[in-house]
């Protein structure tokens, strides 16, 4: 199924998400667990508190589409997260969900679309500045970028997909766009030509969950477009890289958050963890085997890691007995 008729099926599990109001919230930001490469920002009280959000409502709410009553995949989650779905990549079929229309705040699953933005404007070999903002990221980074010198675009993009680096966000939006503002506008816009209708960006991120957030459809749908950039997806299902950096010895060691992948789940190739207080840990993430790609999105997981493999094993299980999949 082409890219267009994918996001169709998915427009009908976001039109008209009602949702509650949140709160205006600042929250630390960063992944669970930490690359080998990685450091750590401030603490949550340097940026602000206060209880989990969610986006607010849409404007203009509208009818909900067609959504098939029967499930794919029967699974129950004993804690489940505040919102998810699994789907069939191939065909857009969607084989799971859990209150998926929610608009929730997504923490450094944000990353997606700098990174989109990023592999369709730098050459990966182009040197990107290491500025003054960017080394005044919080939350997790690389932790190692050299002030006042470059770094290769595919260093950063390493190192903004695997450790989560925020200061490796910054530095490419400033690159890409002149300012980290002018590169949301143009996130924005890329959401809007991808009709992601439920998804609005403040950072590229993802530290600031005010006024950042978006839904399991959205989401998958993001992740689909940047794994058919043979750049990205080669990226995102690296566990570990060893890259050129201007430091002394010449290069970084950048670990993969990805619990999938670091656990050897079959199939793993993706795509982006996350966590902040108000978004908690949240998970895009993407298996192969054979011709079939499932994307499993959790927002607000108790336990991602578990609950992804849980569901994609039970989605291959589910299309295997599938005479209709065969």
């Known amino acids: 199924m082409g890219s267009v008729a994918f996001a169709g099926l998915l427009a009908l599990l976001v039109a008209a998400a009602v949702v509650v109001l949140g709160s205006d919230r600042l929250d630390r930001a960063g992944d669970a667990g930490a690359g080998l490469a990685a450091s750590s920002g401030p603490p949550a009280s340097a940026i602000g508190g206060g209880p989990p959000a969610e986006a607010p409502p849409t404007p203009q709410p509208h009818d909900w589409g067609r959504i098939p009553s029967e499930a794919v995949v029967a699974l129950n989650l004993r804690k489940p997260p505040r919102s998810g779905l699994l789907v069939d ?29 990023v592999a ?37 993009l390493y190192g903004l997909l695997l450790p989560s680096g925020n200061d490796a966000a910054i530095a490419l939006a400033q690159h890409v766009a002149g300012s980290v503002p002018r590169f949301v506008r143009m996130m924005n816009a890329r959401a809007r030509e991808l009709g992601l209708s439920c998804t609005r960006f403040a950072s590229p991120s993802g530290i600031v969950d005010r006024g950042n957030w978006s839904c399991a459809p959205d989401l998958a749908l ?52 996350g966590y902040t207080d108000a978004a908690g840990r949240c998970f895009v993430a993407s298996a192969t085997r054979g011709r079939t790609r499932l994307i499993a999105v959790l927002l607000g997981s108790p336990d991602p890691g578990k609950q992804a493999a849980r569901l994609l094993d039970a989605g291959f299980a589910a299309l295997a007995n599938s005479p209709a999949h065969n």
């Not at 990221?137 to 950063?156: C, D, F, I, M, N």
């Not at 950039?229 to 566990?239: F, Q």
């Open 89 to 117: 990549a191939t065909s857009g079929r969607v084989l799971w969900r859990h209150e998926p229309e929610r608009r929730l705040p997504i923490a450094s699953v944000t990353k997606m679309m700098t990174a989109l933005l």
């Open 120 to 156: 369709e404007r730098t050459t990966p070999r182009e040197p990107v500045a290491i500025t003054r903002e960017a080394l005044a990221y919080t939350g997790s980074g690389v932790g190692l970028l050299p002030k006042g010198k470059r770094a290769q675009a595919e260093t950063l």
């Open 222 to 273: 993001l992740a689909q477009e940047l794994l058919r950039v043979p750049r990205l997806a080669r990226v995102v299902r690296t566990p570990l890289a060893v890259m050129p950096l201007p430091v002394r010895g010449g290069r970084v060691w950048l670990a993969n958050h990805n619990p999938l992948l670091r656990a050897g789940y079959r199939g793993a190739d993706g795509v982006k963890t």
